[in-house]
Every structure is written in structure tokens, then in C-alpha cells.
């Protein structure tokens, strides 16, 4: 009986310590995280300016569907989010499946360290690169177009409403991210080699092989890629502060930059608050979908 009361007397202090060690965590999670999100759901219901706030209760969500800005950068952000993420994964997993396809261990490495070595630029010299690129009298593009003998189609790449959204994304050619790369390969190299071995001895082709035999196996690793980018290209706007502050006219708004604007150049925080939890609501509805369609196809 005294060694039972010891032992449970043992796990409760136990216990008791790894609670002690998670509250710090705990409190900061709540202090960074929890109460700026609560903060913005409570002041959501009120005009605030920073300073005064009113109660209008769901005025700010009525406002959002009359808004047309809002709706014009929810469409931008549409067009933005399907190609970035198809050109997105598509390139990574050939990548990935090149680098797979080599046979000499010393080559494999080579390209993952030489794919992964990018990831270490900073993001707003990529920006600043691209911005140079697209410059309309200095840029690289219209140089080119130029020494071909087709100047006549140099233009305003981040100028014109026609083109400038899609010249973000064309930002990042050829789009191979180093850590995309790795996490595909890592699911290629936890394939059974059994399967590719009886592939091969059928005669199956590399884009058969790669869409029939590896594309199921590497459904996880997708997911995890579509859900993460999918969030990041929802909650970022900092091409269009950088580069086109959401023009020409709207052309290149998206939601998260409505949302600054709003809080920071029209002094409307609780309407931001509002296009926020909008934002959020959005990024959790499509995370289920993507998740959930893609759990349909695993094996």
C-alpha cells in the first residue's frame, strides 16, 4: 500500500512540474497571440479610431459586403492563390523528382544543398531584384525584348492593370523552393524502393512513374505545402506595399493590404478588425476544404 501511494504520489509531482514548465509558455501564448486576436473580435463591434470607440455593433460586417474594394481584392486574391500555389508545387515536385531520379549520392546532395542555399536571401532583396527586372526603362525584361528585335512589346509590367498581378507571379522564377524541394524529396525517399524496382521491371515510363506510383505517396507532403502557402498568400500584402501599393488603381489589392490600409491610413481599426476576422475566417474554411479533398486521395 505505502509503495502504490508512493508511486501516485510520484506521477501528481511529476505532473505537477511539467504543468510549472508549460505556464510560461502558456502566458506568453496567450499574451502574443490570444488577446490581440480577442481584442480584434471585441473591438469588430465598435468604430475605432484608435483612440474613441463607438459601439455599431455588426456595422463593420454589413459595410464589408458593400464594400467594392473588398470585393475586387478578394478576386485578385483568388487569381494571386491558384497560381502561386500551381506553379508553386508543380515546380518543386519536378524538382524533387529530378533530383531523385539521379542515381550518384554525391550529385543528389550537391542539388538539395544548391536548391536549399537561396532560402538564405532575405525575401525583400528578391523583391527589390524582381522590382529592378520589371522597371520599364532599366528593367532586364525590356532589355531582352529589345536585343531580340522586339521592342514593340516592352512594357509597363508593373504599370499596366493587365499585367501587374500576374508579374507577382512571375516573382521567384523558377519558383523551385529549397525547403518545398526537401520535404517532397523526403516523401520520395520514404517510398518503398519494391515499388519503383517493379515499376521499372514493367516498362513504366518517369511521368507515369511520377503521377500513377509517386504522386499517391506524396499526398501528405502536398497537403502540408498547399495549407501552409495558402495561408502565407492570404495573410501577406507585402509585394503590394513594396512594389505597386495596390495598383494601378486596383488592379493588385488583395484583402490583408485593405485591412492595413484601413487601420493605418484611414484610422478605421475596428473595420480592420473586422476585414481581419473576415481574412481568418477564409484561411480556416479553405484550410479544411484543401485538407479534407486531399485526404480523400491518399492510399
Known sequence: MRRSFDRAHGRRQEHGAYLLMLLPTFFTLCLFFYYPAGTALYYSFFDWDGENAWFIGIQNFVDMWFD???HISLVNLAIYVVLSLAVGLAMPWLGAELIFGLRRSSWRSFFQFSFLVPTLVPGIVVILLWQFMYDPSLGLLNAALETLGLGERAMLWLGSPKTALYCFVGIGFPWVSGTSVLILLSGLNAIPTSVHEYARLEGV?????????????LVGQIRLLAITGCIGLMQSFGLQLILTLGGPGTSTMVPGYHMYLNAFSYDRLGYASALGLFIAAIILLLTVVTSRFLRTEEI
Not at 515510363?205 to 505517396?217: M, N, Q, T
Open 68 to 70: 467594392p474594394v473588398l
Open 205 to 217: 515510363g518517369a511521368i507515369r512513374r511520377a503521377w500513377e506510383i509517386d504522386f499517391p505517396f
